[in-house]
């Protein structure tokens, strides 16, 4: 079906509907090849940049109500993805980190991540696709 040319002459609306099935097919994707749900490519994702962190901290950076962080970091540790210590620093405080396990579904995870993004930007040079990423930067404000 047809989209209206008033829609598509609205670069958020494009913008949307592409995210969308983007999105869809990220998750459809990451699910068949590793298991794993967005959000938990996300938790994982997070603490390999960043480190271990705190619960909360994860949770801040991906912008989760604490309930789904902690129903999240539950199972990636059920799963033996992630493992809660005692923070070093302060003994008080439990940390979340990456297991061998999580690392490497991580690995394939950010394969699966990159042959989707690649092929949702197919239409696009390696320039455009430069640009394209340096514009929608320019546009987020997290």
Do not use: C
């Not at 079906?1 to 949307?16: I, K, Q, R, S, Y």
């Not at 912008?63 to 970091?73: C, E, F, H, Q």
């Not at 539950?74 to 799963?79: H, R, T, V, W």
């Not at 991580?106 to 699966?112: D, F, Y």
């Amino acid at each position: 079906m047809e989209l209206p040319p008033t829609l598509l002459g609205t670069t958020t609306f494009v913008l949307h509907k592409v995210g969308v099935a983007n999105r869809r097919a990220l998750a459809a994707r990451l699910t068949a090849a590793t298991g794993l749900s967005l959000w938990e490519f996300a938790a994982l994702a997070t603490l390999d940049d960043f480190g271990p962190a705190a619960q909360r901290e994860v949770g801040v950076r991906l912008g989760l109500d604490p309930s789904d962080m902690v129903r999240l970091m539950d199972g990636l540790m059920a799963e033996g993805l992630a493992a809660r210590d005692r923070d070093p620093a302060d003994r008080r405080r439990y940390r979340i980190s990456l297991t061998a396990a999580g690392r490497d579904v991580l690995a394939r995870a950010r394969a699966v991540v990159a042959d989707v993004e690649r092929e949702t930007l197919a239409p696009l040079t390696d320039a455009e696709r430069r640009d394209l990423h340096s514009l929608v930067m320019k546009l987020f404000s997290p």
